[in-house]
């Protein structure tokens, strides 16, 4: 069997602090005896700049994207398209002239829903079938960069998106995705839930208590508008016993950095810009809680951050409730706070005193991906 898998914003083994979901995918597919193509962009998602390789992964193939700066812009929009659009005639190109083998199964990541529904239609072209797999919902996970009085008015613009992800959940061969939450909202009782999952090699050692008392906090992702770091910048100023690590950027930096300044905690919050693999790894193993501060009416179930924190074997204070919140508290694995509320911030840290860190087997990559491998190929031997 010959796969497919389409994505634009999954690291590569080469430049992630773990391996993604995707090469983890590829990995399994080629175990139990596959042949598994990758194709990505040539555009970092995470850094916004071109990717620099210097030996590429086997079986990955570059889509050349438009660069793009904000996550929210007309710009990326583009980039969007004009990357579905390119992705379809390379890949083309490379199937009809040998490069690559003809697929028997596509697998595509949404978003983005054009480079998906690109991915469909190669898909029946070869006479393969067509996996759908739900990382972020689109465009429902838009809404929570508005206030809730505006919300209703962006239906009308954001309809041809909510259409196209429609009609992708509706002729996918399979769907698949990363939350429980998406099963609702696929309309799909076929769904097939697969979380993100940690490479469990990527973990670090469980971390001793300080001898001075303090706590370590840290952030690792993007600093634009979904996140409320503000929170946590208030809380660290209000507790000296609290520090906080930024290892990101993003058009909110600036005003976290005034906000630390006005606070009087610029001391205790420092900003790293993003990091490479080996910083990041040693940033996380100095820290102690990793923070999630995103809206709890985000479509978000399991989001990449809680992966990370937990890969470090770090307790999570975050403020994204229901499947997140979940695991947190089953598992004992962190605490939740209201997402504009500093005293409910320092409530989650106190908490945190006494829970353990250990990972669930659940969460291993080990036990995600060869199973949905194994779900794909027993579909379709």
């Not at 208590?209 to 409320?228: C, E, K, M, P, Q």
């Not at 999570?316 to 409910?344: M, N, Q, W």
């Amino acid at each position: 069997m010959t796969v497919w898998i389409e994505t634009p914003f999954d690291n590569l083994p080469a430049e992630g602090y773990r391996r993604m979901r995707y090469s983890l995918l590829q990995a399994a597919f080629v175990a139990a005896g596959h042949r598994a193509v990758v194709f990505a962009s040539d555009f970092n998602h995470g850094t916004k700049a071109p990717r620099r390789i210097a030996e590429m992964p086997s079986d990955v193939v570059l889509v050349p994207m438009i660069p793009y700066s904000a996550n929210v812009s007309l710009r990326r929009a583009f980039s969007h398209l004009v990357y579905a659009r390119r992705f379809e005639r390379l890949a083309r190109r490379m199937a009809d002239a040998g490069e690559v083998p003809r697929p028997d199964v596509v697998v595509a990541a949404a978003p983005t829903l054009s480079a998906a529904t690109a991915a469909m239609r190669l898909a029946r072209l070869y006479g393969a079938k067509f996996v759908l797999d739900v990382q972020d919902a689109w465009p429902e996970t838009f809404f929570r960069l508005l206030p809730k009085w505006l919300r209703w008015a962006a239906w009308l613009p954001l309809l041809p998106m909510r259409l196209a992800a429609r009609r992708l959940y509706r002729r996918a061969d399979l769907v698949t995705g990363v939350s429980a939450r998406y099963r609702e909202l696929t309309g799909r009782k076929d769904f097939v839930l697969a979380p993100l999952g940690i490479d469990a090699s990527a973990s670090l050692p469980p971390r001793a208590a300080r001898a001075d008392g303090t706590t370590r906090l840290v952030y690792a992702g993007n600093l634009g508008s979904g996140y409320g770091l503000e929170t946590v910048v208030e809380a660290v100023a209000r507790d000296r016993s609290l520090t906080l690590d930024v290892a990101g950027a993003g058009g909110k930096e600036a005003a976290l950095r005034s906000l630390a300044a006005a606070c009087g905690a610029a001391d205790r919050v420092v900003f790293h810009g993003y990091l490479g693999e080996a910083e990041l790894k040693a940033l996380l193993a100095q820290c102690d809680v990793g923070v999630i501060p995103m809206r709890d009416d985000s479509w978000v179930g399991l989001p990449n951050k809680l992966f990370d924190y937990l890969a470090a074997g770090l307790r999570v204070a975050s403020s994204l409730d229901g499947e997140c919140g979940e695991l947190l508290r089953l598992e004992r694995l962190g605490a939740v706070y209201d997402f504009a509320s500093p005293d409910s911030f320092l409530a989650a840290l106190g908490s945190l005193r006494d829970s353990a860190a250990a990972l669930p087997a659940r969460l291993r990559a080990e036990a995600i991906y060869p199973a949905y491998a194994a779900e794909v190929i027993q579909r379709w031997p």
